[in-house]
């Protein structure tokens, strides 16, 4: 399997924590790079942070325009018809940074997935049927695919993984429903899930990196 790109950023040398952090629909690697000093991780020790660029495909809700996303999307719905087997190519190239990272010297239990909007989605496929204990999964702005399966295909190594969700209530591209959904689905299984909302559309809010911030510091300090 062909490594993804990514962009790589260290808080400082020889890091012993990674967080892996995957863009949405249409960005790429890139998208969040600019955020880093702001999280002002001064009480984390020396972090990784990977920058993957999901490859190009026809996004048919889009109308077919060929973009970077980790996985075809059919309707405005997000969970009818889901692209069950895009997802899951994605899934593998994702567990592969983690796997990289782990070769890497980075403990699996370091190593936190963080996602927004289909990045979100991947995060959460990933991270909770991973079959080693991960530090975090940060959501963001997304929502639980392939939930139905779940709770066949979940690890119970990621069973009492910290969740941190975060979500817009003005976001009309995943609405607050489909997120609050997957809440429901994810605490109906046990999982530990930080849920937060915040004054926003389909972005990142100031107070959201504070807690982002906040969520880093404790589960990689």
């Given at each position: 399997m062909t490594t993804l790109p990514c962009i790589e950023i260290e808080t400082a040398p020889n890091p012993s924590a990674s967080v892996i952090w995957l863009h949405g629909l249409g960005a790429d690697g890139n998208d969040f790079v600019p955020i880093i000093p702001q999280l002002k991780l001064t009480d984390c020790p020396a972090?990784?942070?990977?920058?993957p660029s999901a490859p190009s495909m026809a996004v048919t809700v889009n109308g077919?325009?060929?973009?970077?996303?980790?996985?075809?999307?059919?309707?405005?719905?997000?969970?009818?018809?889901?692209?069950?087997?895009?997802?899951?190519?994605?899934?593998?190239?994702?567990?592969?940074?983690?796997?990289?990272?782990?070769?890497?010297?980075?403990?699996y239990e370091n190593i936190v997935l963080a996602g927004f909007s289909q990045g979100c989605a991947m995060s959460l496929q990933v991270g909770l049927r991973f079959p080693?204990?991960?530090?975090?999964?940060?959501?963001?702005?997304?929502?639980?695919p392939l939930a139905t399966s779940l709770a066949t295909e979940r690890s119970a190594a990621n069973q009492d993984t910290p969740i941190f969700m975060a979500h817009g209530i003005w976001d009309a591209v995943v609405i607050p429903e489909r997120a609050e959904a997957s809440v429901d689905v994810l605490e109906k299984l046990s999982y530990q899930v930080d849920w937060n909302t915040y004054?926003?559309?389909?972005?990142?809010?100031?107070?959201?990196?504070?807690?982002i911030s906040r969520f880093l510091t404790l589960v990689l300090s």
């Open positions: 972090i990784r942070f990977v920058f077919g325009y060929v973009m970077p996303a980790w996985y075809d999307i059919t309707g405005r719905d997000l969970t009818d018809r889901q692209d069950v087997s895009g997802i899951q190519k994605s899934a593998a190239a994702i567990t592969a940074l983690i796997e990289r990272e782990a070769t890497r010297g980075i403990a080693h204990k991960l530090a975090g999964i940060m959501a963001l702005s997304g929502y639980l004054p926003m559309e389909h972005s990142l809010h100031p107070d959201e990196l504070t807690d």
